[in-house]
């Protein structure tokens, strides 16, 4: 009792099992998932008698319809041919129509026409299949068994016909059904022969024969059983292993293409036999003008030096040790530096010298050089960043202590040289405080949270301040000229760090330009088509050189030589933090030095107290 309840069970799962096999059209999986065999042709609720759901049903794909096809096929051939072969014995004997003839002629007839429109069944969602196995194994009893029964001692041994519908029974049925249908064979047999019995001396001979032949059928049966049940098994597991490798490889192309770094695959010939879109964008200056592979590595002259570096790799059988860098050309001309790793496939033959030699594969991982340097840099700076945040911590109740020292010395009566050293020291502890407070800004730390501001306002109101701190007096005849637009303009930032940044661009600007009105101009520009504010910064001072422009926002460099060198950069860590961006442009007019903040608009209606994490 207790097994069979734990049969049910077994049965119930596999159901449940096979029921949600097919994933929702909305799963990730769905696009993945190939063509299932889900009719109940092959489909047995909760699974068949003695072989479960699972197994037969790979059972009922392309191999099935074959043995199906074959079996309907034998069926129409082996009519003809019974139809002939019981003509000819009816003629030698003198008998022109018999009733075994008759009922040939009519299985031969039913065959034909089945195996006929068999293709046009195998092109339609055949939905009774089950059904339609069961109908031809019994017509083939019927007939078989019919005409054993009406002429049992003919010289053709009609009783070897009834193994085609056992092995048919055992190849397509569960194992039950299949004993089942041996069973009712071998009774049949046993009947015939005790039919004639009475009509022939040797009475115990046939039934012999019909015993022994019902064994063989039973044997038939269950031999057939375990043989379709195996190769069930094994088409399982090869359409288990092949979905799987297919899965795998489709989700190995996902990855791949949504990859930062490139990838090429390269043969020995030097093909490109696969490329995501980050390779192509780095092999050319438009990944459009890239062809799609396969393509060869020596079809643009500009890829020659990588073509060559991966010719030396299959000559030498590995990569070196480490990445190596190379200049490519594009097709516009341009040069670009690549950071570049290999891997080689292993052959297939390696450790087994049995298996077939595959072609060895190159797998190039590439970068461009720029943003690996950039990518050091920053963790480069971080690090640096998090060691100078803690000696400036350490730094800073030192000087407070030097600071307060220093300021009751001041108070004593002290000779004019004492007090011009007291005036040096002031001035340099002024200077370290400034370095103190520069350098824990610029550490990373707690985000100040993005408000919603009006930049009209507050630009307004930081370059009067500014102007007032300096000693410039604002109008037309000032140095510093101010154009902002007459209507608010919503901005993403905040208060004190906008202040910040713009004093910050307003020092340096003042300190380089000329004494011309409109030296310094600071201008604001917002479009409602890109969501973006622009604020600039121009100088009309000397152009800045060239070779100081790839270092103007690193840290701790600086051109003057009381300069920390931590200003720019702290204007590019504040913007950064609140989606911003800073920028130098270089520009022909007279203002030449142009410094652009590029702040996220947003609408003046928002809440003033939203964060922007």
């Known amino acids: 009792m207790w097994n069979s309840r734990q049969r049910k069970a077994r049965r119930a799962a596999q159901s449940r099992e096979g029921a949600n096999a097919g994933l929702p059209e909305e799963s990730w999986f769905s696009a993945l998932e190939g063509p299932t065999d889900q009719s109940p042709l092959y489909a047995v609720e909760g699974g068949s008698w003695t072989v479960p759901n699972p197994v037969l049903r790979p059972l009922a794909g392309h191999a099935l319809r074959r043995i199906f096809g074959t079996y309907v096929a034998a069926r129409a051939a082996l009519g003809v041919v019974l139809l002939i072969a019981i003509a000819l014995t009816g003629a030698s004997a003198g008998r022109t129509v018999s009733p075994a003839l008759m009922l040939c002629g009519i299985y031969a007839l039913q065959a034909l026409l089945w195996w006929l429109t068999d293709k046009l069944r195998a092109m339609r969602a055949m939905q009774h299949a089950r059904w339609q196995w069961w109908m031809t194994i019994g017509v083939d009893l019927l007939v078989f068994g019919a005409i054993h029964w009406i002429d049992p001692t003919s010289s053709l041994n009609f009783a070897a016909l009834l193994v085609l519908p056992v092995l048919m029974a055992g190849i397509l049925t569960p194992r039950l059904p299949a004993l089942a249908t041996a069973a009712g064979v071998a009774l049949t047999l046993l009947a015939s022969a005790a039919h004639v019995a009475g009509s022939v001396s040797d009475s115990a001979a046939l039934m012999s024969q019909a015993g022994l032949s019902g064994v063989g059928l039973f044997v038939v049966a269950l031999l057939s059983g375990e043989l379709s049940m195996r190769l069930a098994h094994?088409?399982?597991?090869?359409?288990?292993?092949?979905?799987?490798?297919?899965?795998?490889?489709?989700?190995?192309?996902?990855?791949?293409?949504?990859?930062?770094?490139?990838?090429?695959?390269?043969?020995?010939?030097?093909?490109?036999?696969?490329?995501?879109?980050?390779?192509?964008?780095?092999?050319?200056?438009?990944?459009?003008?890239?062809?799609?592979?396969?393509?060869?590595?020596?079809?643009?002259?500009?890829?020659?030096?990588?073509?060559?570096?991966?010719?030396?790799?299959?000559?030498?059988?590995?990569?070196?040790?480490g990445p190596i860098d190379l200049n490519i050309q594009l097709e516009d001309g341009a040069r670009r530096a690549l950071h570049i790793r290999a891997r080689f496939t292993r052959s297939r033959s390696d450790g087994n010298d049995t298996a077939p030699a595959d072609e060895p594969l190159c797998v190039l991982f590439i970068e461009e050089l720029r943003a690996v340097q950039a990518r050091l840099r920053q963790e480069r700076l971080a690090a640096m960043g998090r060691i100078s945040a803690g000696v400036a911590h350490e730094i800073r109740n030192p000087l407070a202590a030097i600071s307060q020292a220093n300021a009751l010395l001041e108070e004593d009566e002290l000779r004019p040289d004492q007090r011009r050293l007291i005036r040096i020291m002031t001035d340099n502890i002024d200077r370290l405080r400034r370095i103190v407070d520069d350098v824990m800004e610029a550490a990373p730390g707690s985000l100040a949270p993005s408000r919603t501001l009006d930049v009209t306002a507050e630009i307004a109101s930081i370059c009067s301040e500014w102007a007032r701190t300096v000693g410039l007096a604002l109008g037309s005849a000032s140095r510093l000229q101010v154009l902002l637009p007459t209507s608010p303009v919503g901005v993403v930032f905040d208060s004190d760090h906008l202040r910040r940044v713009l004093v910050n661009l307003l020092d340096n600007a003042i300190r380089h330009a000329s004494a011309r009105p409109g030296g310094v101009r600071v201008a604001l520009e917002a479009s409602e088509d890109n969501g973006w504010a622009m604020m600039s910064v121009a100088s009309d001072g000397p152009p800045i050189p060239q070779e100081v422009e790839p270092y103007l926002f690193e840290p701790f460099h600086s051109t003057r030589s009381r300069g920390t060198g931590l200003g720019l950069y702290i204007c590019r860590e504040l913007c950064e933090r609140h989606g911003a961006r800073i920028d130098f442009r270089r520009h022909d007019e007279r203002h030449c030095n142009v410094f652009e903040v590029m702040m996220p608009r947003e609408s003046l209606t928002s809440a003033e107290g939203r964060l922007v994490l």
């Not at 092949?242 to 489709?250: L, V």
Request: charged share 25%; glycine share 4%.
């Open 234 to 321: 094994e088409e399982r597991t090869a359409r288990d292993s092949r979905e799987r490798a297919r899965q795998q490889a489709q989700l190995s192309r996902l990855v791949i293409e949504d990859m930062a770094d490139g990838v090429l695959v390269i043969d020995r010939q030097l093909r490109v036999r696969a490329a995501n879109p980050s390779a192509r964008r780095l092999l050319a200056a438009q990944a459009s003008r890239c062809p799609s592979p396969p393509f060869s590595l020596r079809l643009h002259p500009g890829w020659l030096v990588l073509a060559d570096a991966v010719e030396q790799a299959f000559a030498r059988g590995n990569w070196p040790s």
